[in-house]
């Protein structure tokens, strides 16, 4: 099979950038934006797509010291930081160091767990700022009492959790995560800002203002998407027991999401 540049190469040539596009976001997980930088540099005859080669033993010692020990985020974190390269190429360059497989398994899925817990923190932050008490609620897998609040103010904080699958090597690693979900409501408006996780930390994260229409609050927002200007309409539905975000028309979710996810239906337990 050719190669990923190959690929997209050929679909440029063929006058098919929206299908370049699309193909780069599945094969890299990447965003829309770095997905049209992408392409726009293949068709100047750039290759963004194929890093310079690194050699793992010229790394620092400290990068191999941490990758031998096991503290293999943190060695990613410094690979990145000291070369710009991206998470895929860190982590595949920090595994090529002498000594530092047998930990990748482990390295990998505590990224994953890091990165939830940041969400929840920044969740936390995002209600301390709304200077309003902040009922959190359990998501479906936890038991215990859940404090929902009053039936005409939706402000507070909401999660669930979930099991998404984190690629490691050549297997899938199961990982627990929560999705996150802050309202805070002043009339007829609805300060929204959730983040909801996907397999292989593949995110959608959105914020704004939405407005009361017919019994729901619904946040617009005009994106300007490859194929032109496109609404973004999220509508979010509360009923007695659960908040529920939708994006029908799928606008959204293209520029506000990874490759692997999606907003439409994502349900909240109040």
């Known amino acids: 099979m050719d190669s990923l540049p190959d690929r997209i190469a050929e679909l440029i040539r063929q006058g098919r950038k929206l299908e370049a596009i699309r193909l780069i976001r599945e094969e890299t997980g990447v965003g ?8 726009e540099a293949l068709s100047r005859g750039e290759d963004p797509l194929e890093p310079e080669p690194h050699d793992p033993i010229a790394l620092p010692e400290d990068v191999r010291a941490l990758a ?6 943190e060695a990613v974190k410094l690979v990145r930081e000291r070369t710009g390269l991206g998470l895929k190429e860190a982590v595949q360059l920090v595994e090529a160091i002498p000594g530092a497989r047998t930990a ?34 359990a998501g479906p897998v936890h038991a215990g009492p859940m404090v929902a609040p009053p039936a005409d103010d939706l402000s507070g904080g909401y999660t669930r959790t979930h099991t998404v699958h984190v690629l490691d090597a050549d297997e899938w690693t199961p990982v627990e995560v929560q999705d996150t979900l802050a309202l805070r409501q002043d009339g007829d408006r ?25 019994g729901a609050y619904v946040l617009r927002d005009t994106l300007d998407l490859f194929d032109g200007l496109q609404v973004c309409a999220l509508r979010v539905v509360a009923s007695a027991d659960s908040i529920t975000l939708h994006d029908e028309e799928g606008v959204c979710r293209r520029y506000y999401c ?12 109040r």
């Not at 767990?113 to 200077?131: E, F, H, P």
């Not at 990874?258 to 337990?269: E, K, L, M, S, T």
């Open 258 to 269: 990874g490759a692997r996810g999606y907003i439409d239906g994502a349900a909240f337990p």
């Open 104 to 137: 990748a398994r482990r390295g990998l899925v505590l990224a994953a767990v890091i990165l939830v817990m940041l969400i929840g923190m920044a969740l936390a932050l995002l209600i301390a700022a709304g200077c309003a008490p902040a009922p959190v609620v």
């Open 68 to 73: 031998r020990a096991g503290r293999k985020v």
């Open 190 to 214: 609805l300060d929204v800002s959730f983040t909801l996780v996907f397999s292989n930390a593949h995110l959608c994260s959105m914020e704004g203002t939405a407005l009361r229409e017919d």
């Open 32 to 39: 829309l934006e770095e997905a049209k930088d992408a392409v």
